[in-house]
């Protein structure tokens, strides 16, 4: 959800400060796709800019589209009636 409010940029904060954008137009999923940073100790594994990736580029396109907040919300339960792994930690 916070993903998205920055993204959108239903935040204060700019999503940029703490994400990059993937530049590699092919894509899989949607046009959002975000890139991890290399992560150098086990500690930031564990902040919140790391952990929320992977999900988030796992989303379709449908799902980052979304217009409003409770829109996301929306496709989001529909995923995980559907697709319960989604929201697993691996």
């Known amino acids: 959800m916070e993903l998205?409010?920055?993204?959108?940029?239903?935040?204060?904060?700019?999503?940029?400060?703490?994400f990059y954008q993937?530049?590699?137009?092919?894509t899989r999923g949607h046009s959002w796709k975000l890139l991890?940073?290399?992560?150098?100790?086990e500690a930031r594994l564990l902040f919140f800019s790391q952990?929320?990736?992977?999900?988030?580029?796992?989303?379709?396109?449908e799902d980052v589209d979304a217009t409003s907040v409770n829109a996301f919300k929306g496709r989001l339960?529909?995923?995980?009636?559907?697709?319960?792994d989604f929201f697993k930690d691996e």
Not at 4 to 18: D, I, M, R, Y
């Open 4 to 18: 998205f409010k920055l993204v959108k940029g239903f935040s204060s904060t700019h999503w940029n400060e703490f």
């Open 22 to 26: 993937s530049e590699n137009n092919v």
């Open 36 to 41: 991890k940073n290399h992560c150098h100790c």
């Open 51 to 61: 952990r929320v990736i992977n999900r988030w580029n796992g989303l379709s396109q």
């Open 77 to 84: 339960e529909r995923r995980r009636r559907h697709q319960v």
